[in-house]
């Protein structure tokens, strides 16, 4: 077995459990991403302040309203596409990186350089894999966000019927309208009426919607991996034992700290996204409806202010730096795993 083949099996599997068991924390945090609330005035309604507490109050009224499925909503794509992701990324990744190191070490024959990779060689075989992966991948992730906002959206649909229903005294009590409301709110929404309805709006097209501030957000992992390799570099470089080992825990701590560097940097590109990918017909109010990146980038400014591209942050922070500490640890003795079993 390949070093790049037990890269990308170990990925996968690294990748799948970490989303399971943060799973409730995204569906939150791509929720608190995609609500649109207008910058303060007399009107504006109260919004919950995206801290720790606020995180904990909205996983709460989740389950109240929805139960613990509304948590794990979209749940079945979400690890397909993890499953594929990870297992398309690292393996590409670990074919990008045998040949930067071939390179640097046919450049130290040649007497130029040290023979190892340098930051920018790191940065580009990363932002080389990232993007082949979210070519592949974008639909399966669209359809994830589909799943993990609709509740959220058709609520504000319906409310927006009932208010207007309401305003021109149409036939029907309000109470009546209350309770055709919530029978709307209980029908089903699977994977099949997320693809019918992304087809439905925008064609085969819609499948790839958020793909330019996704590939732009392929610098969120180049710098996570170059963070992460030059950090696992130097701890080795530390070890004074010839095999030079690095514990599980320690590659949590790191796969945690590249994370968390990574995320901060690029969150505003992944609120864009998010925006793009949910569903966007929210009423009749244009300035929540945005028809592509730009556009989304100046209404959200125009009507939102600046915050509205770090909503949801610490949520993002606590979700993204947990599954990546599960991921490298897990992906790291999996590969120990089968290359012990390729040897046995």
Wanted: hydrophobic fraction near 45%.
């Amino acid at each position: 077995m390949s070093n790049a083949v037990a890269n990308g099996l170990a990925g996968a599997g690294g990748g799948i459990i970490a989303q399971i068991v943060t799973y409730p924390l995204q569906t939150v945090n791509t929720r608190q991403q995609t609500e649109r609330v207008a910058k303060k005035g007399p009107n504006s309604p109260v919004q919950l302040p995206v801290t720790a507490g606020g995180m904990l109050i909205q996983i709460f009224q989740v389950i109240r309203n929805e139960g613990l499925g509304g948590l794990y909503s979209g749940l079945k794509p979400s690890l397909l596409g993890t499953a594929v992701s990870q297992g398309v990324y690292y393996y590409f990744y670990q074919v990008f990186k045998n040949k930067a190191e071939d390179i640097a070490a046919t450049n130290k024959k040649r007497g130029r350089g040290s023979g190892s990779v340098g930051v920018f060689s790191w940065l580009v075989v990363a932002a080389l894999a990232g993007s082949l992966n979210v070519l592949l991948t974008n639909p399966i992730w669209v359809l994830v966000t589909r799943m993990q906002t609709h509740t959220q959206v058709e609520r504000k649909i319906l409310e927006a019927k009932l208010k207007k229903a309401c305003e021109n005294r149409l036939s029907g009590s309000l109470p009546e309208k209350l309770v055709e409301v919530d029978s709307l709110k209980l029908q089903p929404y699977g994977t099949f009426d997320s693809v019918r309805e992304v087809y439905n709006e925008s064609g085969v097209t819609g499948f790839w919607k958020g793909i330019v501030p996704t590939l732009i957000m392929v610098c969120n992992p180049s710098i996570q991996f170059m963070i992460y390799e030059t950090s696992l570099k130097h701890l080795k470089s530390k070890r004074k034992d010839a095999v030079k080992n690095v514990a599980a825990f320690e590659v949590f701590i790191l796969g945690a700290l590249a994370k968390l560097g990574a995320t901060i940097s690029t969150y505003p590109l992944l609120v864009v996204k998010s925006r793009l990918q949910a569903k966007q017909e929210l009423g009749s109010n244009l300035s929540l409806q945005y028809s592509g990146t730009v556009d989304a980038v100046v209404k959200m400014i125009r009507h939102e202010g600046l915050s509205s591209f770090y909503k949801g942050m610490s949520t993002k922070i606590v979700q993204s730096v947990l599954a990546a500490s599960i991921l490298f640890m897990i992906k790291e003795e999996l590969v120990k795993a089968f290359t012990a079993l390729a040897h046995w």
